[in-house]
């Protein structure tokens, strides 16, 4: 019984997998599960939580124990605390959005995917901190590896409290890197689908073509399940397609049926690995063999970084313009610079830009032909301190987040300081399956190396 045997081993660590089956049979009931990762959380000494109301929590929690009891139809998440990102409206719980300007802002409808996380069974924890509009500004979020870092940006605190078992899954975004470099520096699995899978309606919108909504959790399996829940079509939503998703839980559970290719892209901007990250990086190159090819890369290729910057500027600057007009001396320093710099950049150089966006979707298209993944760092090395004001650097990210392609990070190096750093798994456009069937390959492959 998993309930005696939380006298042994404390159930936060339980996987979401493992969890909701347990409930499900009846061998755990979703109201000790969650006051044990409420104990977990205790004063909260990460400051990952902006919202987390314990009485709220637990009523939700007793309501799945009372369906099951009753016999009712039981969802892929029964019982199972989620955190999500204070972007994402909650209707009895405020979403301030990472700012002053909102605050005690009470949304009048739940996001689609808190409908989508109901209809699953799932518990909504509360909410966790992000950075000032989702943008540069940190939060007070400290890193569970060490207090002393970051958790990275904008997703701070969905990262840092998966890595600190308050959660075993938590919902962020990517525009940028805001996904795959928490899940990196805090040592978890993050993955950003592909653009259209998950409906963005309800969530703070900051760049319609960038924005992404992505996930958090501490193994591949439960990165998998949660995607799977929240995917579906909305066309509330005009990224979103109407057509089936693919099964990302079956991927993660699949054995390849021949040994993938991977490719490994040398960008000139690769000089910006610290030299832990890059020896590391080398090693998972060495041990993979002849899977790896080593490719050049063209001007034009390294370039997308700034197309990519250009894209989010601007539209950042469009899509949040009343906000900005109407608070401009409540916003940051740090984000007027960006603002500033957004608001310099011309109709005809955004359009430019979305351009060349869409010839590089077209070229990954065809390279995903020839390749099953694109291996790549997740970040520049091992979380930055907390003192220096800065979540990091997500140069790596922000091409993946450009093409719109699915990303996923695997918690596999060690740096110098013994913290984690993360490799950047990139896939086809909705084959997001295929990504998580060559994650489990790699990582088995890694382990008989």
Same mark, same amino acid.
């Given at each position: ?16 997998? $493992? ?43 007793? /309501? ?24 994402? $409206? ?13 605050? $005690? ?37 400290? +890193? @569970? ?36 470099? @928490? ?6 699995? #993050? ?22 909504? #992505? ?12 995607? +799977?829940?929240?995917? %579906? ?26 040994? @993938?290719?991977?490719?490994?892209? /040398? ?28 490719? @050049? ?8 970084? /700034? ?17 900005? $007009? ?42 995903? +032909? ?11 090395? /091992?979380?930055?301190?907390?003192? %220096? ?19 996923? +990070?695997?918690?596999?190096?060690? #740096? ?12 086809? %456009? ?20």
């Amino acid at each position: 019984m998993v309930e005696a045997a939380s006298r042994t081993r404390d159930l936060h660590h339980l996987s979401a997998v $493992d969890a909701a089956q347990a409930i499900r049979e009846g061998r755990l009931s979703s109201e000790t599960l969650v006051q044990a990762c409420l104990d977990q959380i205790g004063d909260d000494p990460f400051k990952a939580w902006v919202y987390l109301n314990p009485d709220i929590a637990l009523v939700q929690a007793r /309501e799945m124990d009372r369906i099951r009891k009753a016999g009712k139809a039981t969802g892929a998440l029964h019982g199972v605390p989620v955190a999500l990102k204070d972007i994402i $409206d909650t209707r009895f719980m405020p979403t301030e959005r990472g700012s002053s300007i909102f605050a $005690d802002r009470k949304p009048e409808v739940d996001a689609y995917i808190v409908n989508r996380l109901r209809e699953a069974g799932a518990v909504i924890m509360g909410k966790t901190k992000t950075t000032e509009l989702a943008f540069v500004h940190p939060t007070d979020t400290t +890193n @569970p590896h060490d207090s002393t870092r970051s958790p990275g940006g904008s997703s701070s605190g969905s990262a840092a409290a998966v890595a600190a078992h308050h959660v075993p899954l938590a919902v962020g975004s990517q525009t940028g890197g805001s996904v795959i470099r @928490p899940a990196s520096y805090c040592g978890i699995y #993050g993955f950003k689908p592909s653009r259209g899978i998950i409906s963005r309606a309800g969530v703070l919108p900051t760049s319609e073509t960038l924005d992404h909504l #992505g996930t958090f959790a501490r193994n591949l399996e439960d990165i998998a399940l949660l995607t +799977n829940v929240l995917s %579906s079509y909305d066309p509330a939503d005009e990224s979103s397609f109407a057509r089936p998703r693919p099964d990302l839980l079956t991927g993660a559970r699949a054995q390849a049926p021949v040994e @993938p290719d991977i490719a490994f892209f /040398e960008f000139p901007f690769h000089d910006r690995l610290a030299a832990d990250a890059r020896e590391g990086l080398n090693a998972v190159i060495d041990a993979l063999g002849p899977r790896v090819t080593r490719l @050049p890369v063209s001007d034009s290729l390294s370039g997308l970084i /700034e197309v990519h910057l250009t894209i989010h500027e601007y539209e950042f600057c469009q899509q949040m313009a009343e906000t900005i $007009d109407g608070h401009w001396e409540a916003l940051s320093d740090s984000l007027k610079t960006v603002i500033t710099r957004g608001r310099a950049i011309t109709r005809d150089q955004y359009d430019d830009a979305q351009t060349v966006r869409a010839t590089a979707e077209e070229f990954c298209a065809k390279h995903f +032909n020839d390749f099953d993944a694109i291996l790549a760092p997740s970040a520049t090395g /091992e979380a930055p301190l907390f003192a %220096s004001g800065e979540t990091g650097d997500p140069v790596f990210c922000r091409i993946w987040s450009l093409t719109g392609l699915p990303a996923l +990070n695997i918690p596999l190096l060690v #740096g110098e300081n013994d913290l984690p750093i993360g490799v950047q798994l990139i896939g086809g %456009s909705e084959e997001d399956d295929r990504l998580m069937r060559t994650a489990a390959w790699v990582q088995r492959a890694l382990q008989d190396a």
